[in-house]
């Protein structure tokens, strides 16, 4: 079996140094409590009081008011989807391109929850109008839905998208814009081109919900559990910071999504890093394989402006053990009750032998970005969300295949050295 010892296992190390810390503990990890924005700037007030008819494509930020949009007409998407698209003008380090194009709606109003560890959520009325706001550490262009699929279509099967994203957000038109941007889609762009998934916001929806989407064609189904317990749940987005959403809602629709996607069909994003032990990551992951689905992964990073921004991002050691282990559980077989932890819940034995995990490591495949597939491979996630959970000189999701130097620094961050000669990484040419 492969047996190692995280540095400090088992020693106790006081929060006050977090520094030196090799995990995010609980206690450590406490969000601020929200401020409730003064009246005159709750839901989208200002916006929709200065009613500026958009023009196009508007680049968050631009030193311009801010426009009234507002789902379906207009969706908001990621920068390096914006780039991709040809729209925006830039360049990624180490990236051509992203594989998905996410879409998330838009509305003045905002998401109306107040989750910690995100920058669009509802406290951060007063400080930046919706379509400003930074979403995991980059800005959002919004642009019109009808120019975005003409130029999909346009493209055909030469668009470098691999698949597409509806996100929804909390806002009591979520729902049926989901359909009516799903539909729009459908009708020009064949999803077996560029298949679609959608990152669901539960709190508003019904099983009915749900079984519309699949009918109209979506491919996979997934939930933003985002929390790996309860209590966290409740923490960060529930109860205690005056946030509507509820762990057994949440579970509720994923288990509906099982039912009506159907295996390897639907699954759950976690943020690792949150104050759970590695042990209860890998539990959740395991839970979700037994259940015929996937787990998708995100290291926490402190986003500016959210209720978390004054926590650290996750220690690399943590993150890459359940990188690694989420990898052996989804896609290898392995099960957590085959891997050992220690006292505090972090992996010392992942539960294969030695050889078997050295090559695992080498192929690199396990610390790329986790998310639903592309063309490459089952495993190689088409949402590759390049830097969206850490700075580029310290890659916590790898947005493309690690190369011999990456996977040498993976190691220096596992503490596990390899056996034998490292080879070269898999589909290092993708
Ligand atoms: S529901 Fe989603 S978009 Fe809204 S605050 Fe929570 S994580 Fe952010």
Redesign the pocket.
């Known amino acids: 079996m492969s047996c190692y010892r995280p540095e400090g296992a088992g020693t106790a190390t006081p929060a006050a140094s977090a520094d030196a810390l090799d995990h995010n503990p609980y206690a450590l990890m406490q969000p601020r409590v929200p401020v409730r924005p003064p009246k005159e700037a709750r839901n989208g007030a200002r916006v929709i009081a200065n009613h500026v008819a958009p023009q196009g494509v508007y680049l968050p930020n631009n030193n311009v008011l801010t426009p009234y949009m507002r789902s379906p007409e207009y969706v908001q998407m990621s920068t390096a989807a914006a780039i991709t698209l040809g729209i925006m003008k830039g360049r990624m380090y180490r990236c051509s391109c992203t594989r998905c194009l996410n879409l ?1 709606l838009t509305y003045p109003e ?6 910690a ?6 406290h951060r009325e007063a400080e930046r109008d919706y379509a400003d706001r930074n ?1 995991i550490r980059v800005d959002w262009p919004a642009v019109p839905l009808a120019q975005t699929i003409d130029i999909v279509a346009r493209d055909g099967a030469a668009t470098p998208f691999h698949r597409m994203c509806i ?4 806002h009591p038109r979520s729902d049926d814009d989901t359909v009516t941007v799903l539909k729009a889609w459908t009708d020009r762009i064949d999803p077996s081109t560029v298949p679609v998934s959608i990152l669901s ?1 539960p ?1 508003t929806m019904r099983r009915e919900d749900v079984q519309r989407l699949k009918e109209l064609g979506a491919d996979i189904f997934t939930v ?1 559990l ?1 929390a790996a317990t309860p209590e966290i749940f409740d923490r960060t ?1 529930g109860k205690g910071v005056q ?1 509507p ?1 509820s762990w057994g809602h949440y579970w509720e629709i994923l288990e509906d999504a099982r039912d009506i996607f159907g295996p390897q069909k639907f699954g759950a994003h976690i943020i690792v890093g949150m104050g759970e032990t590695e042990h209860d990551t890998l539990s959740l992951v395991q839970r979700l394989v037994d259940m015929g689905g996937h787990s998708h992964m995100f290291c926490f990073f402190p986003e500016k402006g959210s209720l978390m921004d004054h926590l650290p991002a996750t220690p690399r050691d943590q993150w890459r053990r359940v990188q690694l282990g989420r990898y052996l559980i989804d896609y290898r077989g392995v099960r957590v009750d085959r891997m050992r932890f220690d006292g505090e819940g972090r992996v010392i034995d992942f539960g294969i032998p030695t050889g078997e995990l050295d090559d695992v490591i080498d192929q690199g495949v396990a610390f790329r970005t986790s998310g639903c597939p592309g063309k490459v491979a089952e495993d190689v996630s088409a949402c590759d969300r390049p830097y969206g959970d850490s700075p580029p000189s310290d890659i916590a999701s790898y947005p493309f295949a690690p190369n011999r130097g990456d996977i040498r620094k993976i190691r220096r961050q596992l503490r596990i050295v390899p056996k034998k000669a490292v080879p070269a990484t898999r589909d290092a040419a993708d």
């Open positions: 998330l905002g998401c109306r929850a107040n989750c560890y995100c920058g669009l959520a509802r979403f996100s929804m957000i909390t916001n709190t933003a985002d987005r946030s959403h």
